[in-house]
């Protein structure tokens, strides 16, 4: 996979540092119908907003889809993991889709943002973004 920063040269200011950490997790989420759903998945890399997971297949999530992330419980005292990884289910939106693969005609990952509450957010806002926010 290509990074998008080497390509532009431009270098990608993060609110926070990304982690690569795979470890196995499941995604919990209600479909249009209302009926709950769920998918293994890898994690592939981590930060303290977010986390980008890798599935092998299973039915697609779309875009902004509410959903609960949950660590496997014999990976989650990893020292690396942020906190809020560690303490069980941890609600997310779903902000990036990959490509579909080929062989399943389903996302091949996920980009989750964490949904947090107010008091964390300000504890995370950096220069980028206040500014984006204003």
């Known amino acids: ?65 509410l959903v609960h992330l949950q660590i496997e ?6 020292d690396a993991l942020p906190l809020r990884l560690r303490e069980g289910r941890v609600l997310s939106a779903v902000w990036r889709v990959a490509p579909c693969r080929r062989s399943t005609g389903t996302p091949s990952g996920y980009a989750l943002r964490f949904l947090m509450e107010p008091a964390v957010a300000e504890t995370l806002r950096t220069p980028l973004t206040e500014a984006i926010a204003v």
């Open 1 to 65: 996979m290509t990074d998008k920063r080497k390509m532009t040269g431009t270098k990608i200011q993060r609110s926070s540092e990304r982690q690569i950490i795979a470890l196995p997790a499941r995604l919990t989420w209600k479909d249009a119908s209302g009926a709950v759903r769920f998918i293994s998945v890898m994690t592939r890399d981590v930060s303290d907003t977010g986390v980008f997971v890798e599935c092998d297949g299973g039915a697609a999530i779309p875009l902004y889809r």
């Open 73 to 78: 419980r014999s990976t989650r005292s990893a």
